[in-house]
């Protein structure tokens, strides 16, 4: 059964830093892209990174940038979200999401396994 498994969220003061893993079993990092997604209470899910398959690629929303970096372990079958500067815009439950290829995108409908999620909060 393919399961992917969030962990590493938190609470946190503003300025703070977070790592959050995804852990994979029953599908391999070297076919699947990864996504990062976030849904704030009231809000819809959006896209916060994703990295490709083959590593060449990886790509981040505005809100993001220059703050959160996504990379992966593929020995461990694992990608990190390492989140720096956080802010309390960034509070939110963060899924993982897996999408076969290499296509590095942040569409929801490409995704084909999901996680159930990790809280963050950032308190100011």
């Known amino acids: 059964q393919v399961r992917l498994v969030e962990s590493g969220g938190g609470s946190v003061q503003a300025g703070e830093s977070l790592r959050l893993s995804c852990s994979l079993s029953?599908?391999?990092?070297?076919?699947?892209?990864i996504g990062w997604f976030r849904q704030a209470p009231g809000k819809e899910r959006e896209g916060v990174s994703c990295?490709?398959?083959?590593?060449?690629?990886?790509v981040y929303a505005d809100s993001v940038k220059g703050r959160f970096t996504v990379s992966k372990d593929n020995a461990k079958n694992t990608v990190y979200l390492q989140m720096t500067n956080l802010q309390p815009e960034d509070t939110a439950v963060y899924y993982c999401?897996?999408?076969?290829?290499?296509?590095?995108?942040?569409?929801?409908?490409?995704?084909?396994?999901w996680g159930q999620g990790t809280q963050v909060t950032v308190s100011s």
């Open positions: 999401a897996a999408s076969w290829g290499d296509l590095v995108v942040m569409e929801e409908e490409e995704y084909d396994y």
């Open positions: 029953e599908i391999t990092l070297k076919n699947y892209a």
């Open positions: 990295i490709g398959s083959s590593e060449r690629g990886t």
